[in-house]
C-alpha cells in the first residue's frame, strides 16, 4: 500500500524566509508525487510534479522538491516566503497511471509580515 | 486554458434528501475522478473513470452512485444524505499518466 506522511500539520515562517515543508512517502514500487496547494474554498492546484525524471524538480511559484530516494522523502521547499503563500499544502502519490491520489493529512502555512 | 467546472458550487440540503454533483472535465481528459474532503480533513478518493468506464472504488458508500457520460462529464447521486456527508467535493480529471487537474468543488451541507 502507499502512503505519504506530512510532519507539522501547521507551519509559520516569517516573509522572506524559507518556506520546508515535509512529506515522507511508503510506496512498494517507485512512485509518482505530487504537491498540491489548496487555498481557501478552492479546488487543489498542482504545484508540481515528481515522475522519475530528475529528482529536483520546479514547480510554479518558486517551488521546488527533491525526490530522495534514500530518505523516502520529497520536501518542498521555498527560498523566500510571500503572504500569498498562505495555504494548505498537500503531499500526494499514486503508483502510476490513472491509479487515484492518495494525500497526506496537509500543512497549514501561514506567513508572518 | 479551460479547467474542470463543477456544478453547483453550493448546496444545501436537509438529512434523507437526494443530491446530484456534476463534473465537466477539462476537454479530451479520459478520466474523471471524485473525492471528497471533509472539515480540516485530507481528500479521499471516491471512485473514478476512465473512458466511461468506471476503474478505481475507494470508501464511496453504498448511498452514493456515479456514472460518466457519453460527453465525458460525470455525475455524482447521493441519497439518503446524513449529516456527515456535509464536505466539499471535487472532481479531477486527467489524460491517462499526466496529472490530475482539480475544480473548484462543491460545498455540500446537510442541515
Known amino acids: 500500500a502507499q502512503s505519504v506522511t506530512q510532519l507539522g500539520s501547521h507551519v509559520s515562517v516569517s516573509e522572506g524566509a524559507l518556506v520546508l515543508l515535509r512529506c515522507n512517502y511508503s510506496s512498494s514500487v517507485p512512485p509518482y508525487l505530487f504537491w498540491y496547494v489548496q487555498y481557501p474554498n478552492q479546488g487543489l492546484q498542482l504545484l508540481l510534479k515528481y515522475t522519475s525524471a530528475a529528482t529536483l524538480v520546479k514547480g510554479i511559484n518558486g517551488f521546488e522538491a527533491e525526490f530522495k530516494k534514500s530518505e523516502t522523502s520529497f520536501h518542498l521547499t521555498k527560498p523566500s516566503a510571500h503572504m500569498s503563500d498562505a495555504a494548505e499544502y498537500f503531499c500526494a502519490v499514486r503508483l502510476s497511471g490513472n491509479t487515484p491520489l492518495v494525500f497526506g493529512k496537509g500543512t497549514r502555512l501561514s506567513v508572518i509580515a | 486554458a479551460a479547467g474542470v467546472i463543477q456544478s453547483p458550487r453550493h448546496l444545501i440540503k436537509e438529512k434523507r434528501e437526494t443530491a446530484t454533483l456534476k463534473c465537466y472535465p477539462i476537454?479530451?481528459?479520459?478520466?474523471v475522478y471524485w473525492y471528497q474532503q471533509g472539515p480540516g480533513q485530507d481528500p479521499q478518493f471516491l471512485i473514478s473513470?476512465?473512458?466511461?468506464?468506471?476503474?478505481d472504488k475507494g470508501s464511496i458508500p453504498d448511498r452514493f452512485s456515479a456514472q460518466q457520460f457519453s460527453d465525458y462529464h460525470s455525475e455524482l447521486n447521493m441519497s439518503s444524505l446524513e449529516l456527515g456527508d456535509s464536505a466539499l467535493y471535487f472532481c479531477?480529471?486527467?489524460?491517462?499518466?499526466?496529472?490530475?487537474?482539480f475544480g473548484d468543488g462543491t460545498r455540500l451541507s446537510i442541515l
Open positions: 476537454p479530451r481528459h479520459d478520466t
Open positions: 479531477a480529471s486527467s489524460l491517462r499518466n499526466q496529472p490530475q487537474h
Open positions: 473513470f476512465y473512458e466511461k468506464m468506471q476503474s
